[in-house]
């Protein structure tokens, strides 16, 4: 038999932990950054900014992400 309703992990249910968005640039000098951010909003302007730019810190950008921590 077969149950219709799965049970989510603690940490899946867990709604007061705080949710966060992260930029990770990397650079044509193999160096990286990361900006952290606490609204989505934030996070998706400053990812389009710096992929736009294409220069970021006077290196050129290789690689640019958007991630939800």
Do not use: H
Not at 21 to 41: D, H, P
Request: proline share 1%.
């Amino acid at each position: 038999m077969k149950t219709a309703n799965k049970l989510k992990a603690a940490l899946e249910t867990n709604l007061d932990a705080p949710v966060g968005y992260q930029v990770k640039v990397q650079f044509s000098n193999n160096r990286w950054a990361e900006l952290n951010f606490s609204e989505k909003i934030w996070a998706q302007q400053e990812f389009n900014r710096i992929r736009a730019q294409g220069i970021y810190c006077e290196s050129w950008i290789v690689n640019a992400t958007l991630e939800q921590l």
